[in-house]
């Protein structure tokens, strides 16, 4: 088992005609991942990398019976595509793009939870199951399959956990980077209760930043709802306030959404923070 | 990006919503000018710049007549508030104040939408209220596939004022600052403090806006009123070379792939008892021109002792990473010593490459950075 | 049992100040209706006949535990009224306002089954348990606890069937008149559906009339799915094409939705079609 | 509510909807100036009449030059169309047509939305179509709370077009059409043909739209370009007094409280063997002030030889609306027989009230028609 992607998932891909989202379709095949289809308006009938291309969301589904789909499309076409896979039956969407308008992530999100689907992202790696399916852009050789399920609001920083994590002998159940947009789909609250409920899954590495309060939320879920081990690093202590660290939604406002403020939720809550990334694994298998 | 109480307020008034007369001066005889034109007797003079607590600094000051008028102007001209010279006042018809609230629309995390928060606790700082007495601020969350309805407006005007005539007064001005805030794709709109006049009539005397900068390539005219600082200057700078840069005063200059692991190395430098010069990102792939753009922008920054490059390679493999770095130091002269952090896919054939060249080569983000640290304190032997 | 409405039916009045408001909202409670409130902005505290006045629904909500309103607002006020009720967790909502636009009403439909609620109306006279609760503006004086479920697009012609049928000694278990606009709430089918499943419910009337092609597919719909004997009068077969007779949806536009269809369609479904009102009772009588 | 073609088409440019270009003329003149002002050589001259099928009427012709223009505009001018006359023509530049498409938005009562219809199958009847080939015509329910979004447009747009330029070209079309759509409260907007040229542009070459009666007070000048024929004009006359009447030509004047039951009646009084004159619906409640406005109203039919007055007394009781048809009654003078039925609450003590006075009394519709029906043939002898 694993959390939302696994060997049933049917991907396709939006805006597989760009360059990223054709590279990275190829990469998910290579993967093993069942990249059914692909989206470009007007190129419908072509074929990259041997997957058919359609021109729209509908007939991809139609004709392949996908459940699940990432996209690829600029930033401007992001809202569109992430409601018009929901609208076509997609029960899992993936947004890869980054610098969507926070008001679009709000309206596609709403739209999307309507349609009883889910949207991870966007401006996130995307999330993966090793050996069984990758959707996103994770480089698949830092992973392996394994007990602990890995939830990041960062890119490169959920790599160099995971692996860690890999060379410490931990395998991966499943790792999802959630976006590092001040809204996104999918977050902390919901996937650990998924990593709680999933059965192949023993602990669970979070890794936060500032900006927000969802780690003091997920600290008392986790208080309340987890019974399994779970680490945590926080980036961005030395971050000024005011200043947008890279992602839009790492940012220090008004004095709250701080390092320390959330270092100090988690372990009032019991869970131990890493002071490096390198001390997750350590912080796992001391905890099992 | 921020804009103006006066710009803030045009928008205003372009949607329709009350603001108090005013005008925008660049100098005292433009604030005297606006003074008779106002053709009232009491103003208040207000600097417009873009940070908070600027009647504590002395930038806000009510005015009886024109004596008074031009030493005010004359004094909050030119003054620094928190490091912004004040270059322009607001000089504004003083409306009689009844009672105070506060209204604004902000961006929702928790629940992944706009929420309108009001309060009866108008003209103080909110947060302090939202600490204190979080019960006396009421929030509406906002079904963006729906807006502001007249029921929800009139909903939460109800916690402001029991009398219909001020309720339907208020809740048009809920109504109207959400079209703003959704049109502008604003990220805060705050009216604080939103005044009932002992005419009766409600007016917003300050006016607050953010917008979304990932909105701002679909609202041109709100982008071209940015004004940015110095510093932030650099950071759009970057931000046009597709980087993340924030300065942060320290000796370290950091260089690193991705946000997240970005901040995680600034935090290990401060860790470990060294202070990082700065926050860079440098995106996914780390490609020479890039890394030659972003060492440039660190060899700028004078306060850099020594420059740490932490990069994970995933899809891009560390020896194609080496290989980019190497190219990109054949250009770059500079005698600041560099250590490089290189993990990820065949980081072992990368440190091969970067083996036996000037650059200190390390396995993790601790070694790395206590090399770096230590050099930094050597140099200051 | 009924449907929709019973004994544990507590019944907010929006525009309760209103003249039909108020009138009705003293008649429904005499009926013994759980009028627990009403509504109208700035009335907030006063009282209509011993019936507590709110502001808005979610406090009348919050006060009184309503589970059910019916608006008597003016058209231009009416979708804002729908809306409201659902919002404040209302879970039907009875639209007794004449006027409003079409847009307006699909809008609020929209919404109000978003919240997982029901709509009826608008431009109807409302519903009736007979002897338990009324909600809406119905004579009382003509209904009669009993077995027959009414289902209705009109307001007097329901009463005139409804009286008929107390006067051969058959009583109602619930009547509804679903309005005579293009588009209400809840209609033919989703009705015929919970009289089937209602077990004291043994048989239906229902008064159909031109416009539109609701009557064909509850012709479609009895015939596969319901038991009870079903009984229908249809009014406007001298209705000229292009005319609106009296309610917003009673027009016969290019050419169909005539009053000849439907009956073709419901005696080919072998339901029974009253040439007379009053000859509906005597087609009930023969089926059971 | 009806408007013509260049009524609609005026609404069309406003939202960008690409039309031909085009001009409405009243005269045989302003149909040559228009000619001239147009500059092109083909143009086609179009009856501007509230109603279809003006082509198979010869309303609709192609004109290459000034002479047959004045032709057929003299021609047109003044024809009669299904009984209207037409007193205004289109003169419009004839385009190349390569294709001929069919869209529409329409009020769908099923899925209680907004539909959107298209088909390859355009220039012709689309009901014709609906019937003998269904599967040509596409519908696409809209979500009123989100719209016509760019991927539902497109997704329309591709079941007519492949070529990625006229689909976006298209998809904007139907953007626009339905944000025409529901900004003006309409309750259908239909262009057939939607037509491609053959130079590649795709353009509205007709335009129909009618509106929500309800929704006009919001939209005032639509409703002033209400153009009733003297038929609507009665009606709009009963309406204003609070009625719902629909002239039948029959002799059976009706007087019914509820559209439901005045339906009923007019179908009773054929079911008879006579012949309604009107449908007449008086409204929920029957004051004596209603009844004398709506018996002037049946009094001003001359086919009327008898009027059936048809009351189910509910709130009001009958005895409340027998007192009230007596007051009534008191001031309207006339020989025409009257037939009351009075049925529901108290309707014995309302029926006696009635007895004895120059009412026919009858206690079911049955009788009421009967008595109703016998009139009229005894007066026919």
Chains 1, 3 share one sequence.
Do not use: W
Not at chain 1, 2 to 26: E, P, W, Y
Not at chain 1, 37 to 49: L, R, V, Y
Not at chain 1, 168 to 193: C, F, H, M, N, R
Not at chain 2, 32 to 43: E, G, Q
């Amino acid at each position: 088992m694993s959390i939302l992607i696994d060997n049933n998932t049917r991907l396709i891909v939006q805006g597989i005609t760009g360059r990223d989202g054709g590279f990275h379709a190829s990469k998910m095949k290579s993967y093993g991942t069942k990249v059914v289809g692909g989206t470009s308006p007007g190129k419908g009938g072509s074929a990259i990398d041997g997957i058919p291309v359609f021109n729209t969301v509908k007939d991809a589904v139609e004709a392949t019976e996908a459940n699940t789909s990432v996209i690829f499309v600029p930033a401007p076409f992001a809202k569109d595509a992430m409601m018009e896979a929901a609208d076509a039956g997609i029960k899992l969407v993936i947004c890869i793009t980054e610098g969507v308008p926070t008001l679009d992530v709000i309206e596609a999100n709403h739209f999307i939870k309507r349609k009883g689907a889910n949207l991870i992202g966007p401006n996130c790696p995307g999330l993966i199951t090793p050996e069984q399916s990758l959707v996103g852009i994770m480089p698949t050789m830092i992973f392996k399959h394994g007990g602990t399920g890995v939830i990041s609001r960062s890119g490169t920083l959920t790599y160099e956990v995971v692996y860690n994590l890999t060379k410490s002998g931990i395998g991966q159940s499943t790792a999802i980077g959630v976006g590092g947009d001040p809204v996104v789909g999918l977050y902390y609250q919901e996937l650990l209760e998924m990593f709680e409920n999933d059965p192949d899954t023993d602990s669970i590495a979070l890794i936060g930043e500032i900006g927000g309060d969802a780690e003091e939320r997920a600290a008392e879920y986790i208080k309340a709802h987890v019974t399994k081990p779970v680490a945590v690093f926080i980036a961005g202590q030395q971050a000024p306030p005011g200043k947008q660290m890279g992602h839009a939604g790492a940012i220090i406002s008004s004095g709250s959404g701080t390092a320390a403020e959330k270092i100090a939720a988690f372990e009032a809550a019991g869970v131990p923070v890493a002071n490096e990334p390198s001390k997750i694994p350590e912080l796992l298998k001391n905890r099992r | 990006m921020k804009v103006h109480e006066y710009q803030a307020k045009e928008m205003f008034a372009t949607y329709g919503l009350p603001v108090d007369k005013s005008e925008v001066c660049r100098s005292v005889d433009d604030a005297v000018k606006a003074y008779n034109r106002l053709d009232t007797s009491k103003v208040i003079v207000k600097a417009q710049v873009h940070t908070g607590g600027r009647g504590k600094a002395g930038g806000v000051k009510l005015a009886t007549d024109e004596v008074e008028l031009r030493q005010h102007a004359a004094a909050i001209l030119g003054m620094d508030i928190k490091g912004f010279t004040v270059d322009r006042v607001l000089v504004g018809e003083a409306v009689n104040i009844d009672k105070e609230y506060y209204a604004s629309y902000v961006i929702d995390r928790k629940s992944k939408s706009t929420l309108l928060m009001i309060s009866k606790e108008g003209g103080m700082d909110i947060e302090e209220v939202a600490r204190v007495s979080p019960e006396k601020i009421h929030k509406f969350v906002i079904d963006p596939s729906v807006g502001v309805p007249d029921y929800l407006a009139r909903e939460a005007a109800f916690k402001l004022f029991d009398d219909i005539k001020l309720v339907r007064q208020v809740a048009a001005i809920f109504q109207k600052l959400y079209t703003l805030f959704v049109n502008s794709d604003a990220s805060l709109a705050e009216i604080n403090p939103l005044v009932l006049t002992k005419e009766g009539n409600i007016v917003a005397i300050d006016a607050k806006m953010t917008f979304d900068d990932n909105a701002l390539y679909r609202h041109t005219k709100i982008a071209a009123l940015n004004e940015p600082t110095e510093e932030e200057k650099k950071e759009l700078y970057a931000k046009s070379k597709g980087f993340s840069y924030v300065n942060l005063g320290g000796e370290i200059g950091c260089m690193v792939n991705g946000a997240g692991l970005a901040m995680a190395t600034m935090d290990m430098i401060k860790l470990y008892g060294g202070d990082p010069a700065n926050f860079l990102d440098i995106g996914g792939s780390s490609n020479p021109t890039k890394v030659i753009e972003a060492m440039k922008l660190l060899l700028n920054d004078e306060n850099v002792k020594v420059v740490l490059i932490n990069i994970f390679g995933g899809i891009t493999r560390c020896d194609d990473v080496a290989h980019g770095l190497l190219k990109a130091f054949e250009q770059i002269k500079t005698d600041i010593p560099i250590v490089i952090r290189l993990t990820g896919t065949n980081e072992k054939e990368g440190r091969a490459l970067l083996e036996g060249t000037h650059f200190h080569v390390a396995e993790t983000m601790g070694q790395a950075t206590q090399k770096a640290v230590s050099l930094v304190n050597n140099n200051h032997d």
